[in-house]
């Protein structure tokens, strides 16, 4: 009796114990919680941005935010099938968008090396932005994993692989011509069909 006594007191301290250290990791992770950044909204002014485009040369969002109406599309990595048949299906538009006073920017974690290969071999009509640290993309609140290799094919049907600073989620956002943002959207698997998709909200905004 005495030894199931010393058992059942045992448990009941260890459970005590227990609860408590829930507790506190519970606060830590609420705590944490409060930290996330919060995402950019629709009607908020463009956070202000700079990063390094496809050749290698700075690029600074004032060059076309409140010029242009800007298309800041963000994708996971170069070469990739969802995330080519994004790029392509921006390129095969983009005269279209272009004559609208659209200019279409692509954002991801790969570096200036990656992105002129896959500008090059698939004969992109515009700019990508190298995010290799993510800070672009969290300036917008998107959401960055760490990054590593990325098995990916070229046109030519040939496989190759890509190493990335960063994983960026698929987000794009819409920016008029007054530096507002007009459209902020997570985009899934339809990646194919986002360029069709923006330029339908493109027509709903003022391109004088």
């Not at 301290?13 to 996330?36: C, E, H, P």
């Not at 921006?90 to 920017?105: A, P």
């Not at 917008?140 to 990325?150: T, Y």
Request: hydrophobic share 40%; charged share 30%.
């Amino acid at each position: 009796m005495r030894l199931l006594a010393k058992s059942v007191a045992g448990c009941f301290i260890l459970g005590v114990l227990g609860l408590a250290y829930l507790g506190s990791t519970a606060a830590v992770a609420q705590d944490k919680g409060t930290k996330k950044e919060a995402k950019v909204k629709v009607g908020d002014t463009a956070p202000a941005f700079e990063s390094v485009d496809d050749a290698g040369k700075p690029f600074k969002s004032s060059d076309v935010v409140g010029k242009k109406i800007v298309v800041l599309y963000f994708y996971p990595a170069d070469f990739t099938g969802g995330c080519t048949k994004q790029a392509c299906a921006y390129s095969d538009d983009i005269e279209k968008l272009n004559s609208k006073g659209v200019v279409v920017i692509g954002v991801s974690g790969d570096s200036v090396a990656n992105h002129k290969l896959f500008k090059e071999d698939y004969k992109l009509k515009f700019t990508l932005l190298a995010d290799e640290k993510g800070e672009l993309a969290k300036t917008f609140g998107i959401p960055v994993k760490a990054g590593g290799k990325a098995n990916g094919t070229k046109a030519s049907g040939d496989k190759i692989e890509v190493i990335q600073g960063v994983r960026i989620d698929r987000w794009t956002v819409v920016i008029d011509k007054a530096g507002k943002v007009a459209a902020i959207d997570e985009i899934g698997k339809g990646a194919a069909g986002d360029a069709k998709r923006v330029a339908e909200l493109v027509k709903k905004l003022d391109t004088k």
